[in-house]
């Protein structure tokens, strides 16, 4: 049964109910209904200390209810309390996620090309290859890179255009090959507690299914995983995994 927090109306009322009566037993030569203006009426003198004393109270009820659903893991809605629950059974956000992908790079063949090239896209976002190589014979070259700023941001379509940040005589045309994905932005606070409540219904267990998923969640953004016991023979697991958009949908391509 949940406990009923009256407002500061009904405090005010009960405050002057109780003073009214106590005043007319201790003033019988004053008539009740002077009392009764003063303690209940906008301008009476008592009822304007009252008031005040009503609110202050109806704030400490406030407080003192926020406090109670802070105590408890599922009830909690203070982003610090929240974390601070996550740290007592050893659940740490996720945080942003940087996009991996890799870019096509056209220009002279023969050219070799180093690691770390910065590149920018039409967004603001920027990228840095992480591999380097020779440009072929037929003027092409395809090396891995990820996104300098994690966070769903980075995650960029294949096709597009990118420009190099440092102008390059040995380049010209750079654009995304494979799609940048997996970019994830850091774990809500309302994520982060669903993360911990998962923790406390469903403890490690050494490598049981729910283990898996936990796992997973810690490193990606996913919108399922499944976990197949006796994958290529027993005793293995297979883990499939379904990565989700900035939209919360699963991710198709």
């Known amino acids: 049964m949940p406990w009923p927090i009256p407002t500061a109306k009904t405090i005010f009322a009960r405050m002057a109910a109780a003073t009214e009566q106590k005043l007319i037993v201790l003033r019988p030569d004053i ?23 009503a609110a202050e109270i109806r704030t400490l009820h406030d407080h003192q209810a926020w406090w109670g659903r802070q105590y408890m893991p599922d009830s909690a809605d203070d982003e610090a309390i929240i974390l601070r629950h996550a740290s007592i059974w ?9 996009a991996l992908g890799s870019v096509l790079i056209e220009g002279l063949a023969g050219s ?37 700023t ?14 190099t940040v440092a102008a390059s005589a040995t380049i010209t045309r750079v654009s995304v090959a494979t799609q940048f994905a997996g970019g994830a932005d850091a774990q809500t606070p309302a994520e982060i507690q669903a993360a911990y409540l998962q923790r406390i219904r469903n403890p490690p267990m ?8 936990e796992w997973v969640a810690e490193v990606a953004d996913v919108y399922a995983v499944r976990v197949v016991e006796d994958w290529i023979g ?17 991710r198709v391509a």
């Open 31 to 53: 008539a009740a209904s002077k009392i009764s203006l003063a303690v209940r009426s906008v301008t009476g003198v008592i009822a304007n200390l009252l008031a005040p004393i």
């Open 112 to 148: 070799v090309q180093p690691s770390a090239i910065e590149l920018s896209a039409g967004n603001g976002q920027t990228y840095v290859t992480t591999a380097g190589g020779t440009i072929g014979i037929g003027g092409t070259l395809t090396v891995p890179a990820v996104a300098v």
């Open 150 to 163: 994690a966070g769903s941001a980075g995650n960029l379509a294949s096709g597009v255009l990118l420009s």
């Open 234 to 250: 027993r005793g293995s697991v297979g883990v499939v995994v379904v990565l989700q958009d900035e939209d919360g949908n699963p």
């Open 90 to 98: 050893g659940v740490d956000g996720r945080g942003a996620v940087q």
């Open 206 to 213: 050494g490598g049981a299914a729910g283990d898996y998923r």
